[in-house]
């Protein structure tokens, strides 16, 4: 009985410690696999710094320390797969969900999340779709493609003076989504749309499209796409002697690596691009930032990990203002946060949009991504 009762003592101070911490599960989806996996990496490695950063600072939820836990799932960038992991983590019952990369995987994910009643904030999935279907549970940290491909048609008429564009996009939501907002913006601004053409997220070879695009006369080339397919397009348009014409884009191929996809610097000499938020330099305390990142995951940066990084302090802000982590109870509170990010300021309409979206257009100089405005 004595050994027991020592025993138990022992044991004491083990029970009161577990008893005083919450365990916070953050679910995160993007690609870590296939051609965007590089993207979907940085993207995780993001909201892994977040989560080391939160439980360092020992923060108390519902007067319990909370300690906060990454479940990754890999979606591909395939919408099926995407689907898949989000009912995994619905059914892991996690607190809240960063993700996902891309629009495609986003777009059908959130209903599930909607239905299980779990927030989800994508850090860098831009159609406007996605805030469109009425979920309380879903949020955007970046602005969506209506306000990029918009602004870059504007730049092409009044900043360029272009007046003859083709627009391609691969049949992706994303790509079809920024497409369209280029497309009528540039239509509303007079200039004239002389080819349309479409390919695929999987292609590799553009020298069909790339001809019919080249007997059209077009100025540029707007492309609804990732990085993966302007680069070798980028390739292919100087084959085909198209070095003059520009390329412009959204975020999906607004990468640091372009230029490397693309065969080299006089490849990407004409590409403007542009995406929600602001280059990494200009971010509040965006450089200290990017030392601790790249000292955690050396050459692993690409642009998306900020906003991952963002996306799960949101979390945790609301579920401080809540003192709550069951996400019917913090989830509300979602709509109310007003804090500093990395990115910016986080706060959120009723849509789940940022309030005050930014935009970036970028240039290509000696093959470096360089912010022009």
């Known amino acids: 009985m004595t050994h027991r009762l ?55 939820i519902g007067g319990k320390v909370a300690h906060f836990e990454l479940i990754a799932e890999d979606d591909a960038a395939d919408p099926r797969q995407g689907v898949l992991a989000a009912q995994k983590l619905c059914d892991q019952k996690v607190a809240g969900v960063v993700g996902h990369l891309t629009s495609g995987s986003t777009l059908p994910a959130t209903k599930v999340y909607n239905d299980c009643g779990i927030p989800n904030i994508s850090p860098t999935a831009s159609n406007p779709k996605i805030t469109q279907q009425g979920f309380a549970t879903t949020f955007r940290i970046l602005a969506n493609d209506n306000i990029t491909g918009a602004g870059l048609a504007n730049y092409a008429a009044d900043g360029l003076k272009l007046s003859r564009v083709a627009v391609v996009d691969d049949r992706s939501t994303y790509g079809q989504g920024v497409a369209d907002a280029f497309r009528k913006t540039a239509l509303a601004k007079g200039m004239k749309v002389v080819a349309e053409q479409y390919t695929s997220d999987k292609a590799a070879d553009f020298t069909a499209l790339l001809t019919a695009v080249k007997a059209s006369g077009a100025e540029v080339i707007f492309f609804g796409g990732m990085e993966a397919q302007a680069g070798p397009m980028l390739r292919q348009m100087q084959a085909l002697g198209m070095g003059k014409v520009r390329l412009m884009g959204g975020d999906g191929m607004c990468t640091v690596g372009l230029a490397e996809l693309a065969g080299g610097p006089d490849a990407v000499s004409q590409v403007v691009c542009a995406e929600g938020g602001v280059s990494i330099e200009k971010m509040p305390g965006g450089p200290a930032w990017k030392k601790r990142y790249d000292a955690a995951y050396p050459g692993a940066f690409q642009g998306n990990a900020p906003y991952g990084y963002d996306a799960t302090m949101a979390l945790a802000e609301a579920m401080l203002k809540a003192g709550s982590a069951n996400p019917k109870v913090y989830g509300p509170r979602l709509f109310e946060i007003d804090v500093q990010g990395v990115t910016g ?29």
Do not use: C, W
């Open 6 to 60: 020592l025993a138990i003592v022992a044991l004491m101070p083990a029970l009161v410690a577990a008893q005083d911490t919450l365990t916070v599960r953050i679910g995160q989806v993007g690609p870590t696999s296939g051609p965007a996996a590089h993207l979907g990496k940085d993207n995780v490695n993001g909201v892994r710094l977040a989560i080391a950063d939160l439980n360092a600072r020992g923060l108390r």
């Open 345 to 373: 300021k986080l706060a959120f309409d009723a849509t789940g949009e940022m309030k005050v979206p930014a935009m970036t257009f970028s240039q290509y100089i000696a093959g470096k991504k360089t912010p022009m405005n």
